[in-house]
């Protein structure tokens, strides 16, 4: 066991948005073991800055606008299979592991399932908290159980899939942010060898066309070959954080109700709409939303003594961007200012992804 306690700890590096904030302390630890004591210490709930702690895992769904008083970093990393049955694999990866690194470990072991989520940043332990989604998939259908810390009673529980109440971007962790740690995810993946081409799901935003399928093309293919499309597809439409600070897609997709989307069909046919979370909710792509305001490829201004370095990415209308020297309250004011455009030009609200850490959306 050890931990690490560093004062003032610069944040830069630790959020995608490449922001400038600092902890007051940061806390991390590399085994799970250790949290009954450092919460009923140190992070005692009595503590003037228990409400304030924030959980850091990569760093890559965050807008940090100022800096938290208190920091814990899990960087623990075991990755095992812990049990093989019929055509399944159960895999537990502690919260510390980068997803990608998972995603990759299990494709070499042949266990499938989770090649669509490849090249997602962050953590496994993140992955939960809002139920990581990309090309057809979400998380929370590969999830069979998840690990917990309970902060106030020190307790360590075990979710079933259910229990975790995974939906769009969402889940029970989520709900309640500054209650759960979580410490290990447990997975349920078939084997790659026994899954026919109609276990896999490709059927999602040029996917197919990225593998050089034919529209009826159904074999020839597996897992492997899908991550590596979905990688090459996400290297080319996503701005690389190292290169252009950015947390991914800022605003979630706004669920309305069905007579509400009727509506905005009829004036805009051209808005992609889905079913929502239930047949009377539909789903709208934020992002023609957005650049249907006109703010792909902007930046904010320099008014306000602002850098003029937060902007919306030139390939997607979805993600902001820190263009060099941007603060977290530029990159959430220029948010604002896009929800509100969106607002009054649709009459739809739209809500950020990322956590806001020091100010309210
Ligand atoms: C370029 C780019 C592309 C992205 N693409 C996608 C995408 O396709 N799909 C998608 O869903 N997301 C995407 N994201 C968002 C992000 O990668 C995911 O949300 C990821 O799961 C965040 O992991 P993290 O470890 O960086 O979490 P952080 O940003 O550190 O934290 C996010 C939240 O989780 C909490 N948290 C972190 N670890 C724990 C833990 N162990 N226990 C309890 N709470 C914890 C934090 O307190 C915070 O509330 C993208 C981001 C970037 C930068």
């Known amino acids: ?75 623990t990393q075991a990755i095992r299979t812990l ?62 159980a998840v690990e917990v ?44 060898r026994t899954l026919d081409a109609s276990g896999l799901k490709i059927d999602y935003a040029g996917l197919r066309e990225e593998m050089g399928l034919a529209a009826d093309a159904r074999g020839g293919y597996g897992a492997r070959q899908v991550a590596e499309a979905v990688i090459r597809l996400r290297r080319r439409k996503l701005p690389d954080p190292a290169v252009a600070g950015n947390a991914g897609s800022f605003f979630k997709n706004p669920i309305v109700p069905a007579a509400q989307a009727d509506a905005l069909l009829a004036e805009h ?26 703010w792909k490829g902007r930046r904010a201004g320099t008014g306000g003594g602002g850098s003029g370095d937060a902007g919306v990415a030139g390939q997607h209308a979805l993600v902001l961007v820190n263009h060099g020297r941007a603060t977290g309250a530029e990159l959430l004011a220029l948010a604002r200012e896009i929800a509100a455009d969106v607002d009054a030009r649709f009459g739809v609200a739209i809500e950020p992804e990322p956590r806001i850490v020091g100010a309210r959306w």
């Open 1 to 75: 066991m050890s931990v690490r306690r560093i004062e003032r700890a610069p944040l830069r590096r630790r959020n995608t948005f490449g922001v400038e904030a600092s902890a007051g302390l940061l806390i991390e630890t590399d085994d799970a073991d250790d949290l009954p004591a450092l919460f009923s210490n140190e992070l005692a709930g009595e503590s003037p800055h228990a409400s304030e702690l924030l959980v850091l895992g990569g760093g890559s769904n965050l807008l940090i606008v100022e800096g938290p008083a208190l920091a814990l970093n899990l960087d």
């Open 83 to 144: 049990d093989i049955h019929d055509d399944r694999a159960i895999v537990r990866a502690d919260a510390g592991v980068a997803w990608h690194r998972l995603v990759m470990w299990t494709l070499e072991q042949g266990y499938a399932g989770l090649e669509n989520l490849a090249l997602i940043p962050g953590t496994v332990g993140a992955a939960p908290i809002q139920n990581i989604g990309a090309y057809g998939v979400e998380v929370g259908e590969r999830i069979r």
């Open 149 to 192: 810390f309970e902060r106030a009673t020190g307790a360590f529980h075990r979710f079933d899939a259910a229990a975790c109440a995974f939906a769009y971007r969402d889940s029970a962790f989520k709900r309640e942010l500054d209650r759960w740690l979580i410490v290990a995810v447990e997975f349920e993946l078939p084997l790659a």
């Open 269 to 294: 046919p051209q808005l992609p709409a889905f079913r929502g979370d239930s047949d009377a909710t539909r789903k709208l792509s934020a992002a023609w939303l957005i650049d249907a305001c006109g």
